[in-house]
């Protein structure tokens, strides 16, 4: 069965613009605090994609119906504006679109906003952010 | 034949692209372009409708239908264009062609609310960018003939913003295939 999450993360992956702004800091969970090379610098732009429970299961056909919490982490909160808006703008699409996960191609039928924009400053990381949910449909059976 | 899964079941929405009737279909593969010009920005959903009741004729001989015929049929696309140019707007009420540009100062456009006794007629691509259920490929709705019926209502709102609803009627056009000539839905497949 196909990761949903990860395929989402991997299609915000694929977004060169988005990708040049948060520099490849794209992940399920954030690394602030994580000492090495692994770890993101704080502040810095970064997305968390992670799953929020919510989400009506899709119960007639092989598709997973998702909600999920965005972190759209910035050095200011005008920083972390501009990673919200490119995510926006991945939202924008009006048709399917593929994502790789594991060698595999994955269907995204869709990725919407599920809430508007809040401020936050992430109390883990003290780094300011912009809180969105997200709603989404993958496909559980690899596309190709 | 390999399995369609999970293409064959479609999400997305469609663009609207409308040219003079008469113009040449493009590929599905080809974005429309040339005269074909995309109807504005849609609001919610768009639909197809394929209208038409049956006949069932029945006999004295059996209890139930013996026999069915569709007497009538009717296609109708219906969707709402919220891109109000004035481009838009006249070619959903009459013509483009009505509209009128004046260099002012102040530069105007205009249009007429009078539709006239003659509608035009176009004819209409659904376009979806992905929306073949064997792939991610194009697909399309073609309508070589048809006319806009209804009576659009832009409404406005303080917190809304006016539309025009849309019921596109086809028209049999005689110039195409028999099967054709209410139209067809063509799908990229490779």
Same mark, same amino acid.
């Given at each position: 069965m196909i990761d949903p999450l990860e395929a989402v993360i991997n299609l915000a992956r694929q977004d060169a613009d988005l990708n040049a702004l948060v520099e490849q800091r794209i992940a399920a969970r954030h690394k602030f605090g994580v000492k090495g090379a692994t770890g993101w610098p704080v502040p810095s732009a970064a997305l968390q994609l992670r799953y929020d429970g919510g989400g009506t299961p899709?119960?007639?056909?092989?598709r997973s119906r998702l909600r999920l919490e965005a972190r759209c982490y910035g050095e200011s909160q005008a920083a972390a504006f501009q990673v919200y808006a490119r995510l926006i703008a991945l939202t924008r699409r009006s048709t399917r679109v593929l994502a790789e996960t594991g060698g595999v191609a994955a269907l995204i039928d869709y990725l919407l906003p599920d809430s508007g924009p809040s401020f936050i400053q992430d109390p883990a990381a003290g780094v300011d952010a912009v809180l969105v949910f997200l709603k989404t449909a993958v496909a559980e059976q690899a596309a190709a | 034949m390999a399995s369609t899964e999970p293409f064959d079941q479609l999400t997305g929405t469609l663009k609207i692209y409308i040219a003079p009737q008469g113009e040449a279909i493009p590929a599905v593969n080809t974005t429309p372009a040339g005269n074909w010009v995309e109807l504005g920005a849609t609001d919610g959903e768009q639909s197809l409708e394929h209208a038409g009741e049956n006949t069932y004729f029945r006999d004295n001989a059996h209890q139930g239908p013996v026999k069915g015929v569709r007497p009538e049929e009717d296609v109708i696309a219906h969707f709402t264009v919220v891109g109000l140019t004035l481009e838009n707007y006249a070619r959903i009420l009459h !013509?483009? +062609? !009505?509209v009128t540009a004046a260099g002012g100062p102040p530069a105007t456009k205009k249009i007429p609310l009078k539709r006239g006794a003659t509608l035009t007629e176009y004819a209409l691509l659904l376009r979806?960018?992905?929306? +073949?259920p064997y792939g991610i490929f194009p697909a399309m709705y073609v309508i070589p003939r048809g006319v806009f019926d209804g009576q659009p209502q832009p409404t406005f709102a303080k917190d809304g913003r006016p539309a025009l609803e849309c019921d596109f009627y086809v028209l049999e056009d005689d110039s195409q295939a028999d099967a054709d000539r209410m139209g067809w839905l063509i799908a990229q497949t490779a």
């Amino acid at each position: 069965m196909i990761d949903p999450l990860e395929a989402v993360i991997n299609l915000a992956r694929q977004d060169a613009d988005l990708n040049a702004l948060v520099e490849q800091r794209i992940a399920a969970r954030h690394k602030f605090g994580v000492k090495g090379a692994t770890g993101w610098p704080v502040p810095s732009a970064a997305l968390q994609l992670r799953y929020d429970g919510g989400g009506t299961p899709d119960t007639y056909t092989r598709r997973s119906r998702l909600r999920l919490e965005a972190r759209c982490y910035g050095e200011s909160q005008a920083a972390a504006f501009q990673v919200y808006a490119r995510l926006i703008a991945l939202t924008r699409r009006s048709t399917r679109v593929l994502a790789e996960t594991g060698g595999v191609a994955a269907l995204i039928d869709y990725l919407l906003p599920d809430s508007g924009p809040s401020f936050i400053q992430d109390p883990a990381a003290g780094v300011d952010a912009v809180l969105v949910f997200l709603k989404t449909a993958v496909a559980e059976q690899a596309a190709a | 034949m390999a399995s369609t899964e999970p293409f064959d079941q479609l999400t997305g929405t469609l663009k609207i692209y409308i040219a003079p009737q008469g113009e040449a279909i493009p590929a599905v593969n080809t974005t429309p372009a040339g005269n074909w010009v995309e109807l504005g920005a849609t609001d919610g959903e768009q639909s197809l409708e394929h209208a038409g009741e049956n006949t069932y004729f029945r006999d004295n001989a059996h209890q139930g239908p013996v026999k069915g015929v569709r007497p009538e049929e009717d296609v109708i696309a219906h969707f709402t264009v919220v891109g109000l140019t004035l481009e838009n707007y006249a070619r959903i009420l009459h !013509q483009v +062609s !009505q509209v009128t540009a004046a260099g002012g100062p102040p530069a105007t456009k205009k249009i007429p609310l009078k539709r006239g006794a003659t509608l035009t007629e176009y004819a209409l691509l659904l376009r979806g960018e992905a929306m +073949s259920p064997y792939g991610i490929f194009p697909a399309m709705y073609v309508i070589p003939r048809g006319v806009f019926d209804g009576q659009p209502q832009p409404t406005f709102a303080k917190d809304g913003r006016p539309a025009l609803e849309c019921d596109f009627y086809v028209l049999e056009d005689d110039s195409q295939a028999d099967a054709d000539r209410m139209g067809w839905l063509i799908a990229q497949t490779a």
